[in-house]
């Protein structure tokens, strides 16, 4: 596959969002030979997404904070001497470390005594009846439509489920001219009021809230809060929600009485789960916290994971949101520099030192936020017997339940079982529905597990990863005697 | 605490074999897995079921296990998507052409089922075969293959109905011998047997100590990747003239890709690790056999652990110098043979006469030897 040896670096960033290009362009800073590494297209990751070069913003007005921050985050990277390849899959990784990407021109070997992962996370989604009906799509899917395409999801859209993401996509809906039909909040305004103490702490972050609120109010959007989508009904495309009020866990209410909104399209999210397969399959320690997101690699103050010189940085990481994501990717990077004798313990502190005080200024609302867009576990009780849970391997809840009454005490148990996660998603859209439907039978996600990490961490492309060849240079393994 | 007749460590394919017959045959039986039912190699292998790839020695004992997995569904109640589609070996070279013309001609006349074909024929049978590649290759109507990730469900599913006892989520840590029975110790609990059977598959060497025991078992890190569903494009198990390469389609449409490509790891720290070149290599020998594949997406890949003895030969008989006690293990290609293995071991133990020979677990016991 790769005749000479693997490229070597002394760090290698995983992912070029907030946490991973920061981490990148403050290695170099520290005297790093860095390689920061993405699938996208340029530096960013999910909040600071740059337009694509098509779409020129509007005429008359100035980008917004996003953007600036996004632009801003891109050319201290260029700046900086990192060396950033984008169009790269990480698909697999090696202890000690190797990093193997599928890149434009195939497989590519990289090598490093000190590895960060700052891969981000996915959407959570728990199921309900039809929320596999064309029409219903992530909000974070909604932002990523928004933002790069600029294309509507629907002209009468339903945004439900939890956190920021709520506000920024039936934001983005109507600035674009499109109509939100409702905003279905499974958090409580006295959740949401949790937040004012520690977003004093973040002017950055009132200009954003006014704006939300100016929209909303201009926009006439309704307000469900202490709502859920409890079912999506047709025929054939999305064309009626039902809401149900909830309690705090996110169960509909025994007596609830369901309201049905007409739409066409339905945005609906319930947290983000942080990315953790590359430190699984690194065989890093993981701790279940589910205010955090959920399973995350256990770290120190400094982003070490368990596994000597793996760092882990940015929401993958636990979910804090983008300025500490940015914050802990530089103290990440930092502590490599010093672990590998490149910075000395002096050296070190005095540039922790800020890092760290805004971190600790950032960290209260950060962890705010990531309550918020904790999973609720009483959500997947919407979940009927009938319903797609496994959309891959056309699971349904009754199929799953059957197998967890048979025996299965774990989630890889029930996934041989079943088939349950094996499909093209690897486990990312009914990971969570699942688990937590077993974690109500077994007692808790501990117990649940995680699944086992396999590569590739994403599918990837079989012609792609096999590249040109000959016969005659295949690596044949030695065999047992016949 | 009433003592079981028998204590089955380790829930593979050969502990749970074992453990059913000897359920069947009327024993008190406990099950005492580590992690799960086919959790290990049992669980995770290629599911191939073919006569051509196995050794002539073990050929009676694996025509009689490919026996036993076509009426698994039947004896065990679950099915196990056993499913008879034929076999292809394939020689790309006048050197490996010639090492299949030797090998299978040991392997027919031990009644392996196969016949010799050309390149020609073998493109009929499998369109979608790099026809012009190949020099030669063997058939067999009769191969087959099955779902190894059910293994665990189908056994615990039918000796829990058989009225055993399974434990899982139970790792051994020790095993005390006193007034003819074991005392077993796993996950903080104690199990009381008469009779003992070691069936740890690569972690076989730890249980073996815990009963003073010293054997050269030795693993290789297996490696098998998966496409994503894809579009019909063959029925028959593929494989090559050296054994590098198995290629399966099921009926959901994904590829199975196997061949002994090795992995990392060692049994004792965890889990097996995926090498790479290896995978890169396994698929490479895949789509030169057949280049359809190159269309689809590999989804998943991973690596178990196949334990083995210098002469690559089974483990299965009486422990010889510690009374009541069996092994069951090493056996190459061993879900093929598993359930008549566990089958014959049972008869032993139910006081039967074996079918066929067992296999003496004491020619390399170091310790005792030395003794
Ligand atoms: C789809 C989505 C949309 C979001 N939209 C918003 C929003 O509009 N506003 C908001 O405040 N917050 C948003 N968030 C939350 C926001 O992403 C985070 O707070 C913040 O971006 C975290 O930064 P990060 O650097 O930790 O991760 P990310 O920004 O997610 O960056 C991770 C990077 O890793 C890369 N990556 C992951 N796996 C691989 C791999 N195998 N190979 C190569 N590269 C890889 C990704 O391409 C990505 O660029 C969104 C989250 C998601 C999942
Ligand atoms: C990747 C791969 C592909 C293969 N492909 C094929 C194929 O296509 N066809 C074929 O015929 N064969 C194949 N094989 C071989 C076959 O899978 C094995 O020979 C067979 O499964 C071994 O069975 P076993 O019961 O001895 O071991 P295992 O299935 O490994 O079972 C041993 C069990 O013991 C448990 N255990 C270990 N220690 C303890 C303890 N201290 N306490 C409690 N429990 C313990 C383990 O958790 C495990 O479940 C393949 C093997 C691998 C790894």
Redesign the interface.
Known sequence: ??APGPERFDLIVIGAGPAGASAATEADRAGLRVLLLDEQPAAGGQIYRPLPAEFSPREGRAPGPDLRAGAALRAALAGSGAEARFRRRVW?L??GF?V?ALGPDG?E?YAAPALLVAAGTHERVIAFPGWTLPGVIGLAGATVLLKSQQVLPGERVVVAGAGPLLGAVAAGILKGGGRVVACVDLASPAEWMRLAPAAGLRPDLWGQAAGWTAAFLRGRVPLYPRHAVVEARGPGRVAEVCIAPVGGDGAPRADAPVRVLRADSLCVGHGLVPATEMTRAL?AEHLYRPDEGGWIARRDACLRTSVERLYVAGDGAGIAGAVPAALRGRLAALAAARDLGRLAEAEFARKAAPVRRRLARTAAFGAAVARLMALRPGLARTVSRDTLVCRCEDLTRAEIEDAIG??A??I??L???T?CG???C?GRMCGETVASLMAARVGSREAVGQW?A???FR?????A??GD?T?DH????P???? | MTAFDAAVLGGGIMGSATALNLAWGGMRVAVIEKR?L??GAS?VNAGTLSLQIK?VALMPYAIRGKELWATTAKRLGVDVHYRVVGGMTLA??EAEAEALRT?MAERIAAGAGAEMITAARAGEIEPALAGE?IVLASYSPLDAYANS??T??AY??AL?AAGAE?R??APVTAIDRAEGAFTITAGGERVVARRLVLAGGAWLKGLLRMVGIEMPIHY?VNQVAV???TRPLFKAVIMHA???LTLKQSDNGTVLIGG???G?GDPEA??G?????????N???A??AMPA??????????AGYEA?VPD?MPLIGPLAGVDDAYVIGCV?GGYTQGPYMGQLLAELILGREPEMPLFNPNRFNEARAAA
Do not use: C
């Open positions: 596959m790769t697999h090696a202890r190797s193997f497989v070997r065989g048979e025996g005490r774990e890889n148990q996934k041989s079982w088939r094996m499909g093209p690897q086992t396999r590569p590739p599918p990837v492309d079989f012609e990863l096999t060849f016969y295949l690596p044949f393994p065999t047992a005697p016949a | 799960a086919g959790s669980g050794r790309f070279t090998r590649r990730s059910v665990g469900l615990r599913r829990v399974v899982e989520g290789r496409t994503e569903r050296l054994g590098f002994g490509w090795q990392f965890g889990g690790e995926v090498d790479a070149e290896n995978l890169v290599g698929l490479r020998l789509r030169y594949l190159a269309g689809s997406r590999i989804v998943r890949s991973w083995h690559f190459r």
